[in-house]
């Protein structure tokens, strides 16, 4: 059983930046893929980016592609979601994801686990 827990939402204006992290419970963490979920309201939840249980593969969403890195750190059980350049757009509930594959994709099926999800507004 893993737990996930993010932090670092909040609001910021146009053009910033924030940092979420996604800190994880359990000995398995390390085999796990990770990834990051958005969800705006009244729209479906949107995949943001994804990232190996090794983190040498890593893919995003097409709206936030050149914007926002994700980034692992094993011994810390800690997944990060650097966002730059921050539209209001990107205003949503953002969910930090696990899946018991190594690999996994694009679709909220195929992960495991879920924080409980944090903020981000993004003003104009």
């Known amino acids: 059983q893993v737990q996930l827990v993010e932090s670092g939402g909040g609001l910021v204006q146009a053009g910033g930046s924030l940092r979420l992290s996604c800190a994880a419970s359990?000995?398995?963490?390390?085999?796990?893929?990770m990834a990051w979920f958005r969800q705006a309201p009244g729209n479906e939840r949107e995949f943001v980016a994804a990232?190996?249980?090794?983190?040498?593969?890593?893919f995003y969403g097409d709206s936030v592609k050149g914007r926002f890195t994700i980034s692992r750190d094993n011994a810390k059980s800690t997944v990060i979601l650097q966002m730059n350049s921050l539209k209001p757009e990107d205003t949503a509930v953002y969910y930090c994801?696990?899946?018991?594959?190594?690999?996994?994709?694009?679709?909220?099926?195929?992960?495991?686990?879920w924080g409980q999800g944090i903020q981000v507004t993004v003003s104009s």
């Open positions: 990232i190996s249980w090794r983190g040498n593969s890593r």
């Open positions: 994801a696990g899946s018991k594959g190594g690999f996994a994709g694009r679709s909220s099926h195929e992960y495991d686990y």
């Open positions: 359990g000995r398995t963490f390390s085999n796990y893929a």
